[in-house]
């Protein structure tokens, strides 16, 4: 691109793909949340496996307000940036359901 000029941002359909994307990864943090409360509460509750739980739901709680309102700014015409902020907290929401997935497995 010529220094000096402006480009007109073609979005296309790249806010639809987003947001389908955002909506995929939130379906799979649901799963994993459903699947780790269920390993831990399979053999009755203890307080190791509703502390697990708890912990799994807050992290799937967090995720999902950070999917629900980058959803929601994805449907204007022209939608900001992901902060680098909700980036983060969704990184390390996902990444800690992960942790409590592997845990949860073995």
């Known amino acids: 691109m010529p220094e ?5 941002r ?3 359909l790249q806010p639809e793909r987003t947001r389908l994307a955002w909506r995929r990864t939130t379906l799979t943090c649901t799963v994993v949340a ?15 496996g509703v502390a697990a739980c708890a912990l ?9 307000a950070v999917a629900h309102r ?14 680098a902020r909700a980036a983060t907290a969704a990184a390390l929401c996902a ?4 942790l409590c997935a592997l845990v949860a497995l073995f």
């Open 10 to 12: 073609d979005p296309g």
């Open 95 to 98: 990444g800690a359901l992960v």
């Open 70 to 83: 980058r959803i929601t700014e994805l449907a204007v015409a022209r939608p900001r940036a992901l902060d």
């Open 34 to 48: 459903v699947l780790a409360a269920r390993t831990a509460l399979h053999h009755g509750p203890s307080a190791a």
């Open 4 to 8: 000096g000029s402006f480009a007109v």
């Open 56 to 64: 799994t739901l807050l992290l799937w709680l967090g995720f999902l």
